[in-house]
């Protein structure tokens, strides 16, 4: 990206002047115990949820910026990462003028909420390897398009873009570079998230609803500049993340060693799973995964996911989106889960 890079550039103009919502937890911010609070009419009798949220989850943001390396202004916490591509959408694309680019076959959110904020959507197609077009994705782009969603390791093809693709976009492409990476701690690849302070048009989304076993809770992540994360904090809600999902989250990133442990297992999984595929003749082909599901190519894959669902086993046919013709997308399981599925395919020779 070029030097003079300027947010400023990108932000919608009435984002860019708008006065944020004080609330009342924003304006007095140092929690003590011994203070009278009586200034958000809260309820006061004491049943561990009767107090608003702080409004910027420090202790979680603190844990958070440790662990990845990042500064707390550098993180904004939300909702899901529906949530945070949502902000991220409102930020700096304006409706009816400006435009995104994604690249499918990819997780449909970027469409649906293209479509929600009446912004142009621009669709390049994934080469024949799943990897991302760069020249035709550097082709396609104008002065509208203020967005590119890279999704790395990709949903549903659950392959990683490679590095130096990545790398030229964030170079020339002359907007905000979003990497949704739901499902990086699958992968044997480092987070985009370390190189933030390279590339001032980066964007890095991650969640607790895949390895950190956390979807109902809601809790989505995103890594950037501080000056990013500055304009996305003056449009949030200002309670977003939840008092639960708070303690909740806490809780659970600060026990990195069973999360470690559980996505070891998922992988062995994923690989018994991949060679019991590779023996059953209707699957015709396996794609790589870094991620916790498994793509495959079958014979006829509208036939196998009813034959499937007759069994009691509930898989993604994905047949419908491009370059993924015939395919299913299965999600590891347990042991058990992944067993019942292996000895249904099997039944079905
Ligand atoms: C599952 C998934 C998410 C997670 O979204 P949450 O709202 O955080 O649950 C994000 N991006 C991709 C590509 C996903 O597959």
Request: hydrophobic share 40%; charged share 25%.
């Amino acid at each position: 990206m070029s030097l003079n890079f300027n947010v400023n550039r990108l932000v919608r103009s009435n984002v860019a002047k708008l006065q944020p919502y004080s609330s009342a937890r924003d304006e007095f911010k140092d929690f003590d115990q011994d203070m009278v609070f009586l200034d958000a009419n809260e309820n006061p009798f004491e049943n561990g949820v009767n107090r608003y949220p702080d409004p910027q989850q420090r202790n979680l943001k603190s844990v958070l910026a440790d662990q990845k390396n990042v500064d707390t202004n550098q993180i904004l916490l939300g909702n899901g990462s529906d949530e945070v591509l949502d902000l991220i959408f409102r930020a700096f694309c304006e409706p009816k003028e400006d435009g995104i680019i994604t690249l499918p076959p990819t997780y449909g959110m970027y469409k649906v909420l293209a479509e929600t904020n009446d912004i142009e959507n621009k669709e390049v197609l994934l080469t024949s390897d799943f990897e991302p077009d760069v020249n035709a994705i550097l082709q396609t782009a104008n002065e509208k398009s203020k967005l590119l969603f890279l999704c790395s390791p990709n949903n549903p093809t659950a392959n990683s873009f490679s590095a130096s693709k990545i790398e030229r976009l964030l170079n020339e492409f002359d907007g905000i570079v979003v990497i949704d990476e739901a499902y990086i701690d699958f992968s044997p690849n480092e987070s985009w998230a370390i190189k933030l302070n390279q590339y001032p048009n980066l964007i890095v989304t991650q969640t607790l609803s895949k390895a950190y076993g956390l979807a109902g809770i809601r809790l989505g992540i995103c890594f950037a500049s501080a000056e990013i994360i500055s304009v996305l904090n003056k449009i949030k809600p200002p309670y977003n993340v939840n008092e639960l999902t708070q303690q909740r989250a806490l809780k659970r990133v600060t026990d990195l060693d069973s999360i470690k442990k559980e996505v070891e297992t998922i992988l062995q999984e994923r690989i018994k799973i991949e060679k019991s595929l590779s023996q059953i003749p209707f699957v015709k082909k396996i794609y790589p995964s870094d991620a916790n599901f498994i793509l495959a190519k079958v014979d006829d894959a509208n036939t196998r996911y009813q034959q499937l669902l007759n069994k009691g086993i509930v898989v993604r046919n994905r047949s419908t989106q491009p370059l993924c013709e015939e395919t299913l997308r299965f999600t590891v399981g347990t042991e058990k889960e992944n067993n019942s599925l292996i000895t249904a395919l099997k039944a079905l020779i």
